[in-house]
């Protein structure tokens, strides 16, 4: 590889993440949210419910009790009595502190709707764990890791909480991005009677079977680099050739160990090739247009600067940036039986949650969801990108990246992003306004007892 392009590579991850520590990994949605805890804590208070562990079965072991942690902010909230709204935040794969400190449009629409803020973590995530340290360890106690029980547990805390609070009038809306988007969009459509309402940022729950382009996600983080730079494209696109020619070169790899400063010598190029696939995919989904701490430090738009249950089959295309491959539903199973020695369901989450004929299906029995996308996230391609009907919309930016509306609002924000969020809260507005109006006429309703064509209340 020449060394001008070993420099541009090595200039072009240095803006992207730390190149300290290379560790192979595969690009995913679960993957993305792995990260340290923010320092800033202070707007929420940390709270424990007693979740049970299998939701499903009434076995011995799925009364067993576990801690799951979730967040409150009351500070703005007007309380039961005014009927004021709750927001719950449906977590994702990580640390719940994180997606706090990362999801600044709840606490800027709070004071305007008076609501109450709840940040619940996933079971299996940060201190949410039924099992302790050693829940990863086998099919045995990870089989508890599903996005139906998590949905369970949270239709359950909120529950709870509300009586808690004798606050069952209080309307809810749920919100998620990414993962916890997939998961806010399917508590809405699971659980009505819990959430009147849910707003799905980034929520790829197409990206299933044969619904979506299975190179569509690939191809978009390739259109990303492109547009930025078709000199940036046509360089990592050379670059996987090039790497694996060098390291069959003799102290081949040892070249690479101090190209990237790694802290750990590099066993196999693989190592590298993941760690730099991981790095540009990342990139492209945060491609914000501001400085953000999402993943890592960077810049605003960092693409110009530089230039088990879930089986979502995805390849590569021969037009990308990188290398073409194939996707195997008999690898995954294989991969499966391999590492748990279980069966995977490929196609369960489309059962359980649907996918195909979106547009018909959801006209028939769904309402109150919003869809916000942005193409520059290479997500949105496997996302609900038109309106299915007045109350399901899809809020779709040119610009936008991985669930950007869901950060905090900045004097730097375009204005397209200023105009999404204000249709998000004119949308939200309506169902709140529905609501407390079915909720008075109901009232209204009960008031006496009626019957037969009479009205019994004089008696």
């Known amino acids: 590889m020449p060394p001008s392009l070993f420099y541009f590579l090595y200039f072009l991850l240095s803006t992207i993440t730390s190149a300290n520590a290379l560790k192979p990994t595969f690009p995913s949605l679960q993957s993305l949210c792995l990260q340290q805890n923010p320092d800033n804590k202070s707007d929420y208070k940390p709270h424990f419910f007693p979740q049970i562990l299998d939701h499903f079965t009434f076995t011995p072991q799925s009364s067993k009790i576990f801690y799951q942690k979730y967040l409150l902010n009351s500070e703005y909230w007007d309380g039961p009595k005014k009927r004021a709204p709750i927001f719950v935040y449906t977590g994702n794969e990580g640390d719940i502190e994180w997606f706090a400190a990362n999801t600044g449009f709840l606490l800027d629409i709070a004071p305007k709707f008076r609501a109450l803020l709840v940040f619940i973590e996933h079971r299996f995530y940060g201190e949410s764990m039924p099992f302790g340290k050693g829940a990863y360890k086998s099919a045995t106690t990870l089989g508890y890791l599903t996005s139906q029980q998590a949905l369970a547990d949270y239709a359950t805390l909120i529950t709870s909480l509300k009586q808690n609070l004798s606050a069952q009038a209080c309307p809810v809306v749920v919100f998620g991005g990414s993962y916890g988007g997939m998961l806010a969009a399917w508590f809405r459509l699971k659980y009505p009677h819990i959430a009147m309402g849910a707003v799905a940022s980034s929520a790829p729950i197409l990206q299933f079977d044969d619904i979506a382009s299975w190179t569509s996600f690939y191809d978009g983080v390739s259109k990303d680099f492109k ?74 738009y960092p693409i110009n600067e530089a230039c088990t249950e879930m089986v979502m089959p995805m390849s590569c295309s021969q037009q990308g940036m990188f290398p073409p491959s194939t996707f195997s539903y008999k690898e995954i199973e294989d991969d499966c039986m391999k590492k748990y020695g279980v069966k995977a369901r490929p196609h369960w989450i489309t059962t359980e949650f649907g996918g195909h004929n979106i547009e018909e299906v959801l006209k028939r029995f769904g309402s109150n969801i919003i869809f916000s996308n942005g193409m520059v996230d290479p997500w949105s391609r496997g996302g609900v990108l038109k309106n299915i009907s007045s109350s399901i919309v899809a809020l779709v930016t040119e610009k936008g990246a991985h669930h950007l509306d869901f950060r905090f609002a900045t004097r730097q924000d375009p204005r397209w992003l200023v105009e999404q969020r204000r249709q998000e809260i004119e949308l939200i507005q309506g169902w709140i306004h529905e609501y407390n109006m079915d909720f008075m006429k109901r009232k209204a309703g009960s008031s006496g007892v009626t019957g037969g064509g009479k009205d019994f209340r004089q008696r």
């Open 227 to 300: 547009d930025a730079s078709l000199n940036c494209f046509n360089v990592i696109r050379a670059s996987w050739d090039k790497l694996q020619v060098i390291s069959t070169q003799e102290k081949g790899l040892q070249k690479l160990n101090r190209v990237f400063r790694t802290c750990e010598d590099i066993k196999s190029v693989y190592s590298v090739r993941d760690w730099l696939w991981s790095a540009f995919v990342y990139t492209a989904m945060v491609n914000y247009p501001t400085p953000a701490n999402f993943m890592r430090p960077l810049p605003a």
